[in-house]
């Protein structure tokens, strides 16, 4: 789930007095649908891996296809309540969750087009979950501590009329582009396989090489993730991207150096550049592995956001920046470069959670290593 991505008062009167002097030039851009917004919903998970997920139908297919993130947000919000409910309400419940629970959901439910499903009723413009959240919650928490009673047999059904009114019925059968589909039989249309997808990650509380739960909030379901080295995570990114592989992202945006409205991201050396790096080159802090497991431990990174990796760039001195997809609009007033985030390398090694790749994008040295 997303944090506010609005600098704070005193930075943006700072900033706004000099004018920005990087020059990006692409090296790696690789197809991917146009920047949309997540609007107001905590759905960034979603939006992130739906738009990784479609750069993925056009690889395996040349087809451009605008999925439904929708779709996956009302297949998963059951498994949430069941989740929440079983624990009897020691767990986590809300708009959020991570990149593997849209390959969950696909696994079971499949996929389809946001002509199809699109969350929203006649008369609704925007993407906007608050009541639709509390609502879920009241009930929930309803079931749960109703005392001296055994739980009831309709809640299943009632969250699942609560969803429909809110955001629409699960579709069983569509046409599109005049044949007739299921989610499932459009997913195999599309060539997308879940079970090729795999997430990978680099912290020292659990073995490099093994699969382990990482314990964040938004891990509801209790995926597992690969876990690397930090140059072997990096590797990994570096490597998908020039064989043609997106990927997607969680990272911590709560950073004051993560700047929506100038379009960086980046760890100063030294803490006195955090302003002057929004608008100039800086020198960056060297993350090493202890530094980033630091940085975890102590909640100075957290799992804030997902977005979608899609290319590369490097500025007039030849630093190296990823392109990042971002889920918040293209207003200019509100974001730069589109709607993408330049990141450093240096914040993506210090700030990045987690990526979701195609076992493919894989090199045969770690694939080995992680027993694929």
Known sequence: MRKSFLLPIAILSFVCSFSQNYEFKETINLEHLPVISQDKTGTCWSFSTSSFLESEIIRLTGKYIDLSEMYQVRTTYPKKAENYIMRQGKAQFGEGALAHDVINSATQYGLVPVSVFTGLSEDEKIHNHAELEAVLISMLKTYIENPGKKLSPKWKEAVSRVLDVYLGTIPQKFNYEGKEYTPISFMKMTKINPNDYLTVTSFTQAPFYEKFILNIPDNFSNGSLYNLPLNEFITVID??????????????????????????????????????????????KNITQEYRQQEFENFNTTDDHLMHIVGKLVDQKGNVYYKVKNSWGTNEKRVKNGGYIYMSVAYMKAKAISVLVHKDALDKTIRKKLFL
Do not use: C, H, Q, R
């Open 239 to 284: 490597n998908a991207l020039e064989k043609g592989y997106t990927l997607s992202l969680d990272a911590d945006v709560s950073e004051a150096t993560f700047s929506a409205k100038y379009g960086v991201a980046f760890i100063p050396e030294n803490e006195e550049d955090e302003k002057t790096g929004l608008a100039e080159i800086i020198k960056e």
